[in-house]
Each structure stands twice: as structure tokens, then as C-alpha cells.
């Protein structure tokens, strides 16, 4: 009966371990959004304006992940869109009942949004739903109104 040297077998106990850290694959994800669009408004219509964007995110070994939206122009309180030196206040919200403003959780005044578990290659597409208040933006001026907003996906 032959035997086998005890430094052969922890050389490959060794060479093993480095073969299974070198398969590892490091988590990943990627994002992708489509803009809210308010569209062509008259500010006498209506109490408040609805519109509704996403955002979508694929993950790869990733045990959950979380997004959070920046203020833009204005505050979590109040976003504001500019045309030129008019502004238009609006805001943006996780859930549909507009009560959650999504932002970065700070201050405990607006909310992220997060997933646990996703499943590794799937698009889980999140909902952004946008509104403006009129009541108090009946005086608004006619012009195209933007804002840029900065998505941050934490992983």
C-alpha cells in the first residue's frame, strides 16, 4: 500500500482553496430609468398633475440592493423644475398614494426604496410617480421645465 506524502495533500488542499476564490464572481448591477413626463398642462385644470416614470435594476449576486433619488434643483420637500427663470415645484414619490417622497432616507423626510433577495440576471423595474400641486402654481408661465435627477443604487 502506498501512501501519500502529507505535503502533497495540503499543496492540493491549498490549490484547491485558490481555484475555488479564483471562480468567484463579484456582484454587480446596472441601472436604467425612463424620465417622468408631465407632458402639456393648463395650470387652471386641475388641483395637481400625475406622471409616472421608472427606474430598472439587474443584479448579479447581489443579496439585496437599495435607490435612492437626489433633490435635484429644490429639496426633498419641494423639487423644483426650471425653464429659463420660472420655476415649477413638483416632487417625486415611491408609491402611488404620493406619500412617501423618494429620496435618500435622510432626516427621516424622504424614503429609499429596496429590494431583498432579487433574483441574480432579472430587471425589477421600480416605479417613480411624479406630481405637481397647482393650487398654489396657478400664475405658472407656459415653457418646457426640467430637472436632472442623480439615481444612486447601493449594493
Known amino acids: 500500500m502506498?501512501?501519500?506524502?502529507?505535503?502533497?495533500?495540503?499543496v492540493l488542499l491549498l490549490l484547491a482553496n485558490l481555484l475555488m476564490v479564483s471562480c468567484a464572481v463579484a456582484a454587480s448591477c446596472t441601472v436604467s430609468s425612463s424620465g417622468v413626463n408631465f407632458?402639456?398642462?393648463?395650470?387652471?385644470?386641475?388641483?395637481?398633475?400625475d406622471?409616472?416614470?421608472?427606474i430598472?435594476?439587474?443584479?448579479?449576486?447581489?443579496v439585496s440592493y437599495s435607490i435612492a433619488i437626489s433633490p435635484g434643483n429644490g429639496s426633498y420637500s419641494q423639487r423644483s423644475m426650471s425653464s429659463g427663470d420660472y420655476s415649477l415645484f413638483y416632487n417625486l414619490y415611491r408609491d402611488a398614494a404620493h406619500q412617501?417622497?423618494?429620496?435618500?432616507?435622510?432626516?427621516g423626510s424622504s424614503y429609499t426604496v429596496t429590494l431583498t433577495t432579487p433574483i441574480n440576471g432579472q430587471n425589477n423595474v421600480h416605479t417613480v410617480y411624479g406630481r405637481i400641486p397647482l393650487g398654489t402654481q396657478r400664475a405658472a408661465r407656459v415653457g418646457i421645465y426640467s430637472d436632472t435627477i442623480t439615481v444612486t443604487v447601493s449594493y
Open 39 to 49: 407632458g402639456s398642462f393648463s395650470p387652471l385644470t386641475l388641483a395637481f398633475v
Open 2 to 10: 502506498r501512501r501519500i506524502p502529507l505535503r502533497l495533500i495540503v
Open 51 to 54: 406622471s409616472t416614470g421608472s
Open 100 to 107: 412617501q417622497v423618494w429620496g435618500d432616507g435622510s432626516s
Open 56 to 62: 430598472t435594476v439587474n443584479c448579479t449576486d447581489v
